[in-house]
């Protein structure tokens, strides 16, 4: 078998990644099941929150590439 | 250096070869074409072309090329003489070629200059400082003549390398962004000119449709992100979400040259870099007193948390960079392997019944995926635009 340690980067990164916008999803329903009425406000923290936990798992990936 | 040595070992095994193979180099035609690389087909669909293809026709491009050594050259694609579905030319004009679709440079000097034709090309892997990279060759009077990579911009940060040629032509993603932006700018005015014209009236056609989503961004994002200085910043972030979202959109249009824009790294790194300079040049003194000396914290913590902050002034455009290149890549390439499962079912032609099956799978997969694609192109857009917005904002914010 032959590859890289570069390849078990990549997941473990993803794990993180899924981790944490699993948390602020689950979470965001919680709140939003609480207070329906603020729907809105809680759906744009949550993705920007999400695209900020995405952003930490690129930056693993790109380390990897260029490492 | 490595490339003057393994052009020798190349002509020396083309030569070796003379006697098998008559006036090709040893280069397979595509009928007898190696095992189905669902990697490379994908590869090759994603990166930017110097041809436009709508369904089975092509489109010449202008090419705009400058290598030192030789100078400018303007020319269409149209010299190299495209035929096939693989975008491989056969003819080479001034020492450049077209493969795959790409133009590429014969690095060898002693390659003869206007045009001539070349037979065929030749794909490999070669090692360079212990990473590997593709290589190609050309075939010309039976010699293999090694190929640059084709021309990049990320300064060989891609294992690309750094190239003796520069591109600058309008290729398959200029085109499509010339024909966006053209779009956008006729929809947008017609809109304006709606707006100045129908006062105090309902708004009709594609009005009422570009409203709505005005009124979004300017209220969800632009106001709750920027605060009371929103309207500085509208234009900006407007531009971001609608052009973003259009080359989205675009490059998911089926048979229509798809153009990957928003999936290219140049693309995104420039839409970066405007909202890194945005930021930056109207961040005030708060702005710049949370980043170097963040007030209201104990020192010990400042001399851990300043080198972070500042960090953090050029992690954000490359987060925004990267995370709208890769999202949209990895849509592409998912939905690419997808269709290629026809071609592993079918075990390339070997097998109906599984090539049937595959078929029957891949669109309907690729049916859910192209689903999911498009709320990924509404989303990105967003985001690209939510976050450049709340930097802006951080930028800006008077002290609280």
Redesign the interface.
């Given at each position: 078998m032959t590859g890289t340690i570069i390849t078990i980067g990549f997941g473990l990164a993803v794990i993180g990644a899924g981790i944490g916008v699993g948390y602020i999803g689950g979470k965001a329903m919680d709140a939003i099941a609480r207070q329906p009425e603020a729907v809105?406000d809680i759906r744009?923290n949550m993705?920007?929150m999400a695209?900020?936990i995405?952003?930490v798992a690129?930056?693993a990936?790109?380390l990897g590439?260029?490492s | 250096m490595f490339s003057v040595f393994a052009q020798h070992d190349d002509h020396n095994h083309a030569e070796a070869n003379d006697s098998g193979h008559e006036e090709n180099c040893g280069i397979e035609h595509h009928e007898v074409a190696d095992a189905y690389n669902p990697g490379g087909v994908a590869f090759h669909h994603i990166s930017d072309q110097n041809i436009f293809t709508i369904g089975p026709w092509y489109f010449n491009l202008p090419c705009i090329l400058y290598a030192p050594e030789h100078g400018w050259s303007f020319f269409s694609s149209k010299k190299f003489h495209v035929h096939g579905t693989h975008g491989d030319g056969t003819l080479a004009f001034d020492g450049y070629v077209i493969h795959s679709g790409v133009v590429m440079r014969v690095i060898d000097a002693s390659f003869p200059m206007g045009e001539v034709e070349v037979a065929g090309f030749k794909e490999g892997i070669e090692v360079v400082d212990g990473t590997e990279i593709n290589s190609y060759s050309v075939c010309y009077n039976n010699e293999l003549y090694k190929l640059d990579q084709e021309s990049a911009v990320d300064g060989g940060l891609f294992k690309r390398g750094i190239t003796s040629f520069y591109d600058f032509s309008i290729t398959k993603n200029v085109l499509a962004m010339f024909i966006v932006a053209l779009l956008l700018g006729w929809m947008f005015l017609s809109i304006a000119k709606s707006y100045r014209t129908r006062v105090g009236m309902a708004p009709k056609g594609i009005q009422s449709f570009i409203e709505p989503i005005h009124n979004f961004i300017r209220d969800d994002v632009a106001k709750a992100m920027i605060g009371p200085k929103y309207e500085r910043y509208m234009p900006f972030i407007m531009s971001l979400f609608f052009f973003i979202l259009a080359l989205n959109l675009v490059g998911q249009i089926p048979f229509f040259g798809n153009p990957n824009v928003t999936g290219s790294l140049a693309f995104t790194i420039v839409l970066a870099v405007f909202t890194f300079v945005v930021t930056n040049l109207h961040g005030n003194a708060n702005y710049w007193k949370h980043v170097f000396w963040m007030p209201g914290i104990p020192w010990p913590v400042k001399i851990i948390l300043t080198p972070v902050e500042v960090m953090g002034v050029f992690l954000k455009p490359v987060t925004l960079t990267v995370r709208l290149f890769a999202n949209i890549t990895a849509g592409h390439i998912v939905l690419l392997s997808f269709i290629g499962l026809t071609f592993i079912f079918g075990d390339m032609g070997q097998s109906v019944g599984g090539g049937v099956l595959g078929a029957v799978v891949g669109v309907l997969l690729g049916i859910f995926m192209s689903g999911i694609e498009l709320l990924v192109a509404l989303l990105q857009a967003f985001i690209f635009a939510i976050l450049s917005a709340s930097y802006i904002g951080a930028a800006v914010a008077d002290d609280h």
């Open positions: 809105g744009a993705l920007i695209a900020l995405e952003g690129l930056i990936i790109i590439y260029i | -």
